[in-house]
């Protein structure tokens, strides 16, 4: 029996020790090698002001539009260059489902009062419900807030989570301006200066504030 409780206690040590070398701190979003982009997610959005006219056109055809030229322009949409990363891997058919459940009735908005706006508790909440491909390494997605036509910008939390845990390690609100031609990459021009700011500056800053 002593052998026994030995044996359990120095196992149960041993898994401790194995988890907290596991789990993830916002610390290893600049040390690890890679990122995995996930897309962006979509379950949230709130379209306010005119210029939204096709609800359902939005969820069936521009969900998956924007998602597809975060990663077909590449070049312009440069998450190696904005996370200091040699590798992003990318992986959107689990957004893409998430997407796919958006009610459209409630996408188009004339008057935002009495709308509860998008906070950190909900973010987590949400990366708690995803069913990942993988679970090991650092996630990322943009959950994409509102499109705002009144002030011509888009909204959205850029949120860093542990593949393993789904805990989110890094989750901030931005706002980027509206920019370009045709509905598609008017608004795709939103996510394009949210992360054109991390690429300059916010990555920076969140390296010095997390990485100590």
Do not use: H
Not at 13 to 33: G, L, V
Not at 42 to 52: H, N, T, Y
Not at 76 to 101: G, H, T
Not at 137 to 159: E, W
């Amino acid at each position: 029996m002593k052998k026994l409780f030995v044996f359990t206690v120095i196992t149960l040590c041993c898994y401790q020790a194995s988890f907290a070398q596991s789990a993830k701190t916002a610390k290893d979003i600049f040390t690890a090698a890679e990122i995995y982009w996930f897309g962006l997610d979509f379950s949230q959005l709130k379209c306010i002001g005119d210029g939204f006219s096709d609800a359902y056109d939005i969820k069936n055809k521009f969900f998956s539009e924007w998602n597809k030229l975060v990663i077909t322009e590449g070049e312009r949409y440069n998450f190696k260059k904005a996370l200091r990363k040699n590798s992003v891997p990318f992986d959107i058919s689990m957004i893409e489902k998430v997407n796919s459940q958006v009610n459209a009735d409630k996408l188009v908005l004339y008057s935002t009062i009495g709308i509860k706006e998008l906070d950190q508790t909900t973010v987590e909440e949400l990366v708690k419900k995803y069913t990942l491909p993988i679970n090991e390494g650092i996630g990322l997605v943009f959950i994409i807030d509102s499109f705002d036509k009144t002030k011509v910008t888009g909204t959205m939390y850029v949120t860093f989570f542990d593949l393993a845990t789904k805990k989110v390690l890094l989750t901030e609100k931005m706002e980027g301006k509206a920019v370009g031609v045709g509905f598609r990459n008017f608004w795709a021009g939103t996510v394009y200066s949210v992360l054109k700011e991390i690429t300059l500056t916010k990555y920076d800053n969140w390296n010095t504030l997390y990485n100590k």
